[in-house]
């Protein structure tokens, strides 16, 4: 359980393989091996396809503009970043035989499926999932712990995440402080906001770290963080669509030692959020039309979807807006809108 942290003193420290294992099922064998040598606590593993998580589109909306994906369509993202969904068992068992825990972050239902078919001990939903209130529900529904990573996210998103694991099931919830700026930069912190994440939540609040600069995780550590997660890599890995803010090999065991240099970056008393993270709006989840919807057609779950890029109405509204005729004609690939809500006389 997470409650029990093994290191007592020291935060739980989760080595993030994610796309690092570069499509091959040998390389990610040999992350895991990795972690476990150079002293991390846990691993942890992406559970998504690429329909999961949006439509195959070349629209501009599907486009990545900047950053480390600059160009790519999020289809073609997701599809060379995978973890296939057949290697997650034998990747399972390859990290019970090394004695080190093994669990994931589910981006959709069929993936919690998955993972709960294979005992997975607890969950984490990503930051640009936390909007995904359906998600969120299934994952609670578990009963297992769970992990919920805050980047993007303003107090009324945190908190309607919150409670909603909280109604749905969860009894052990750790919100992860995180900065969704690939790499990240010192500027972009305030560690602060950790504290404010405890004093609110009453909970354990842990630090996702996407930065290049080891001593920011010791002022995450100074702040309170009691869960550290953080991209690892091979020794002289060369490629990965993670690599720019991962640990390489011996990198992994020095991550834990730095403990100086962190008055900089404690930060505002406020909550606070960098203007940086903007450009990552497109990878939140919105409601979008996914067939040519007709004025006076239901909305159905086949009309309309949950999906990435963000620029729609949020998630919260599926549901709401099952089985309401739209007011509007409404192209394929096109997000829904506030308007609509209001034409519809939907409200939170």
């Known amino acids: 359980m997470i409650s029990k942290n093994p290191l007592k003193k020291t935060p739980l420290f989760v080595a993030e393989i994610s796309a690092n294992h570069n499509g091959s099922l040998l390389h990610a064998k040999k992350l895991i091996r990795l972690a476990k040598i150079y002293g991390a606590n846990a691993v942890?593993?992406?559970?998504?396809?690429?329909?999961?998580?949006?439509?195959?589109?070349?629209?501009?909306?599907?486009?990545?503009?900047?950053?480390?994906?600059?160009?790519?369509?999020?289809?073609?993202?997701?599809?060379?970043a995978q973890t296939p969904f057949e290697w997650h068992k034998e990747l399972f068992n390859y990290a019970k035989k090394l004695k080190i825990i093994c669990f994931s972050?589910?981006?959709?239902?069929?993936?919690?499926?998955?993972?709960e078919s294979l005992d997975c001990p607890f969950y984490k939903v990503a930051s640009f999932e936390m909007n995904h209130i359906p998600l969120i529900k299934?994952?609670?529904q578990t009963k297992k712990p769970i992990i919920i990573s805050t980047g993007m996210a303003n107090l009324k998103e945190i908190d309607l995440a919150y409670k909603t694991a909280k109604k749905n099931g969860s009894k052990e919830i750790t919100l992860l402080y995180c900065v969704s700026n690939y790499p990240?930069?010192?500027?972009?912190?305030?560690?602060?906001?950790?504290?404010?994440?405890?004093?609110?939540?009453?909970?354990?609040?842990?630090?996702?770290?996407?930065?290049?600069?080891?001593?920011?995780?010791?002022?995450?550590?100074a702040g309170g963080a009691e869960v550290i997660e953080k991209h690892i890599a091979l020794e002289g890995q060369k490629k990965g669509f993670d690599l720019s803010f991962s640990l390489k090999g011996r990198e992994i065991k020095e991550y834990a030692r730095v403990i100086k240099d962190t008055s900089l970056m404690m930060g505002k008393k406020y909550f606070f959020r960098n203007k940086s993270e903007n450009q990552s709006?497109?990878?939140?989840?919105?409601?979008?039309?996914?067939s040519d919807i007709k004025k006076g057609e239901k909305f159905t779950k086949k009309n309309i979807r949950v999906i990435r890029p963000g620029f729609g109405i949020q998630p919260f509204y599926f549901e709401k807006l099952i089985n309401k005729r739209s007011p509007i004609n409404i192209k394929r690939e096109t997000p829904l809108k506030k308007l609509l809500l209001k034409k519809l006389r939907i409200f939170i």
Not at 50 to 66: A, C, E, H, V
Not at 281 to 290: E, G, M, N
Request: hydrophobic share 35%.
């Open 44 to 80: 942890k593993l992406q559970t998504y396809t690429p329909d999961t998580l949006t439509i195959k589109s070349n629209k501009l909306d599907f486009k990545i503009r900047g950053g480390l994906w600059n160009g790519k369509t999020l289809w073609d993202l997701y599809q060379k």
């Open 281 to 290: 709006l497109q990878f939140k989840r919105s409601i979008y039309a996914v």
């Open 105 to 115: 972050t589910p981006f959709d239902e069929t993936a919690v499926d998955l993972l």
């Open 138 to 140: 299934k994952i609670a």
């Open 184 to 221: 990240s930069k010192i500027s972009d912190f305030n560690f602060n906001n950790i504290r404010i994440l405890k004093e609110r939540y009453n909970c354990r609040v842990g630090f996702s770290d996407h930065s290049t600069d080891n001593k920011i995780v010791a002022a995450a550590i």
